[in-house]
Every structure is written in C-alpha cells, then in structure tokens.
C-alpha cells in the first residue's frame, strides 16, 4: 500500500513533464512558423508575397516599351498599433522591365519610442512573383521616436513576363508594431508566464 502514493507521484510526474515539453514545442513552433511561412510564400507566391531582385538585376531588365500596368498601393493597419500610415501616390501606370519609385508616409502616434514593421502582399496572386523590389522600408525594421514621421522609399520593378492577361496589380501593406526584445507580449497569459519562467 505504501508504493501507491509513490507510483500516483511518479504518474503526475510524468503528466507534468510531457505537458511543459509541449508547451515548450508549442512555444518553439509558433516562432518557427513566420519566417518558414516567408520563405515558403516567396518561393510558391502564396499569398501574394512579392520579390527581392539587385539593382543590376533591375537595370538589366528590358523595359516592354508597347505595355502598361496600373499598380494600386493600398495600406492597412494592425489593430494593435497606433500608426497613421498610407501610400503617398494611390496608383501608377507602369511599364514592365522599368523601374519606378515611391513612398508610404508613417507616424507613430504613441508618446513611445517604436518600432514598426511592414509586410507586403500583392493581388492578383498570380503577378506576386512578378513584382519585385530593389529598395523597400519592409526589408528592415524601422525605429520611430515619439510622434515621428517618415516618408519611406520603395523601389520596384514589374518582371517583363508579367501574364498578358495581368493589366492591374494591387500592392498592400500591413504595418505593425514590432514586438521587439519583448517577444512574449503577444502570447496568451498562461504562455507568457510560462515562458517569462523558463526565460530566469
């Protein structure tokens, strides 16, 4: 009868430890998922996601002097943030294999130093991997002091083997605010404790 308490402890024991290596798996994976999830998007263009090309690249494009684009730029704000931001030009008519520049005007309307974070998707998904930048503030992340604004470049080129039957293409971004070194804001309360745990 002794050995009973000892074998149920073991047993709890045992529970305990399998429920921590998931949550510690869980907490591991939801991490994991973003930047596989980008690399994956931007090899198949699911989603949208556009492209990365060098300036030499862009130079040596031949521009398709017989065709135009219009591109549409679209901007959209997490919930979370207080930012007041959108593009500077609404649309551009463009030619393939050409470069063009703009800007997206941002604010951080917070009495914080922040920082914030854009991502890029484009419609219709089938033009995501024709649409690619040499220069885009959605590359890095970007510092705003208290109430700063900027106007932030981006530089693209439309790939000259745009589908034919493509003659509008929409640009949106969503921005956010970067969590930063403080990485378990955004977990669940239980997950967050739990992590702060492991983290001492």
């Known amino acids: 009868m002794s050995d009973h308490p ?9 529970v305990a430890g399998k429920m921590l290596a998931l949550a510690v798996a869980m907490f591991g994976f939801g991490y994991a998922m973003v930047p596989i999830y980008d690399i994956i998007c931007e090899v198949t263009g699911l989603n949208g996601k ?15 002097p017989n065709r135009e684009v219009i591109v ?11 930012w007041d931001f959108r593009p500077t030009v609404d649309q551009m008519q463009v030619k393939p294999g050409q470069t063009y520049q703009t800007t997206y005007f941002a604010q951080n309307l917070s009495d914080n130093t922040t920082i914030g974070q854009a991502t890029p998707s484009v419609t219709p998904a089938a033009a995501a991997k024709y649409f690619n930048k040499t220069e885009c503030f959605c590359f890095t992340q970007q510092v705003f002091e208290p109430r700063a604004t900027k106007d932030m470049p981006l530089i693209f080129i439309i790939d000259p083997d745009l589908p034919l039957n ?9 921005f ?8 378990t804001a955004s977990l669940s ?10 983290s001492q």
């Open 50 to 64: 556009t492209g990365r090309v060098s300036i030499a690249e862009a130079e040596a494009a031949k521009v398709d």
């Open 176 to 183: 956010f605010s970067s969590p930063g070194d403080n990485s």
């Open 6 to 14: 000892r074998a149920t402890g073991k047993a709890h024991a045992m």
């Open 72 to 82: 549409e730029f679209t901007s959209t704000i997490n919930a979370s943030g207080a």
């Open 166 to 174: 493509v003659d509008r293409v929409t640009l949106s971004y969503t």
């Open 189 to 198: 309360p239980s997950l967050t404790s739990f992590a702060q745990e492991i």
